[in-house]
């Protein structure tokens, strides 16, 4: 291999090792793990969302969020919701048969979850929304 070769393959080597590199920087992104959504807190006519950290630590001292889940006397399921929010008052409760709102109850209580529930004119429960995972954006 001449002279004027070994300096074209040193070339061609150090541009593809100066192309890795800068590939590297434009791929390089941030792993995101511990997701932890901010405080967000919003209630209004039929539904509330945020996250108990939202709620706990928002700027008027009257704001909270309840969620229960107890087991009566007579071995009934009795879920509910409470929330205050703004000065206004919003709740529901868990009617006898709509297990299926039982399952995502627990799951509502860590307090970076993020939840979205809502409930009819006759103040029943309808839907319980509850998101929480690792990695870094939330959708919402």
């Given amino acids: 291999m001449n002279h004027t070769m070994k300096l074209l393959e040193r070339a061609r080597v150090g541009l593809l090792g100066a192309g890795v590199a800068l590939a590297s920087l434009f791929l390089a992104s941030d792993a ?16 509330c ?3 108990f950290g939202g709620f706990r630590n928002s700027s008027n001292a009257g704001d909270f969020v309840n969620f229960w889940y107890f087991t009566n006397s007579a071995g009934a399921n009795e879920p ?61």
Avoid: H, K
């Avoid at 995101?32 to 539904?47: K, L, M, P, R, V």
């Fill in 32 to 47: 995101g793990a511990g997701a932890q959504y901010g405080d967000y807190e919003y209630c209004s006519t039929g539904f």
């Fill in 80 to 140: 509910g919701f409470l929330a205050s929010y703004a000065g206004s008052y919003f709740s529901c409760e868990v009617v006898s048969g709509s297990t299926t709102l039982f399952t995502a109850w627990p799951t509502v209580m860590a307090p970076t979850t993020f939840f979205y529930i809502t409930w009819n004119s006759s103040g029943q429960c309808t839907t319980l929304e509850t998101f929480n995972a690792s990695y870094y954006n939330s959708p919402y």
């Fill in 49 to 51: 969302e945020g996250t």
